[in-house]
């Protein structure tokens, strides 16, 4: 899938020191994607960030489109539980 990496998703993945690989990886393959309230899209996977040493989830945000995946911001957060969506039984 293309990628089209918006100015301030760029000026985030630096800021937060997120591998861009990381957010490619996250992009084609989410292990969760969850619709946000304003009609986007939230991809989410779980990764051992090498820099903090632990456990994270990183969480991409954007909009499908005709041309690509639009990325509009991206952060990692150690507070899984929080966004991790359960499966319901």
Same mark, same amino acid.
């Given at each position: 899938?293309?990628?089209? %990496?918006?100015?301030?998703?760029?000026?985030?993945?630096?800021?937060?020191?997120?591998?861009?690989?990381? %957010?490619?990886?996250?992009i084609n393959k989410p292990q969760?994607? !969850?619709?946000?309230? #304003?009609?986007?899209?939230?991809?989410?996977?779980?990764?051992?960030?090498? !820099?903090?040493?632990?456990?994270?989830?990183?969480? %991409?945000?954007?909009?499908?489109?005709?041309k690509g995946f639009v990325l509009?911001? %991206?952060? #990692?957060?150690?507070?899984?539980e929080k966004y991790w969506m359960?499966?319901?039984?």
């Amino acid at each position: 899938m293309d990628v089209i %990496v918006t100015d301030h998703a760029r000026f985030e993945i630096q800021r937060r020191g997120i591998e861009e690989t990381d %957010v490619i990886a996250v992009i084609n393959k989410p292990q969760q994607r !969850i619709p946000s309230l #304003k009609g986007g899209l939230v991809l989410q996977s779980k990764y051992f960030d090498k !820099i903090e040493g632990k456990d994270m989830l990183l969480r %991409v945000i954007g909009k499908e489109s005709p041309k690509g995946f639009v990325l509009i911001t %991206v952060y #990692k957060t150690s507070k899984i539980e929080k966004y991790w969506m359960k499966e319901e039984l």
